[in-house]
């Protein structure tokens, strides 16, 4: 199992900045994939960033140049950052958190409760 606590959330002005971060613990020695999803109201939700153990990311095109995705490595805990700057009324969602932990064949996806990130002007 792999719990995931969200941090960061909250309302920042237009053209602002914020930084989410999101802690993994339990069966982390396994997590291919840590990222960050979103869902505004009445949308689907839907990428923004993920990262994986290689360190390869990749990031929506509505956030590329704007949003930083980083993972520190520790001992029991892995963290991932969302680092996004100029911030848009259109990023206003409410951010998730998701692992991917690989076992041979079998996927495990884990969610955050989510932090909620309202972009004001």
């Known amino acids: 199992q792999v719990q995931l606590v969200e941090s960061g959330g909250g309302l920042v002005h237009t053209g602002g900045s914020l930084r989410l971060s999101c802690a993994a613990s339990g069966s982390i020695f396994s997590i291919n994939l840590m990222g960050w999803y979103r869902q505004a109201p009445g949308k689907q939700r839907e990428l923004v960033a993920v990262t994986t153990s290689g360190g390869n990311t990749n990031y929506a095109d509505s956030v590329k140049g704007r949003a930083t995705i980083s993972r520190d490595n520790a001992k029991n805990t892995v963290t991932v950052y969302l680092q996004m700057n100029s911030l848009k009324a259109e990023d206003t969602a409410i951010y998730y958190c998701?692992?991917?932990?690989?076992?041979?064949?079998?996927?495990?996806?884990?969610w955050g409760q989510g932090t909620q990130v309202t972009v004001s002007s």
């Open positions: 998701h692992a991917v932990r690989l076992e041979g064949p079998l996927r495990y996806d884990y």
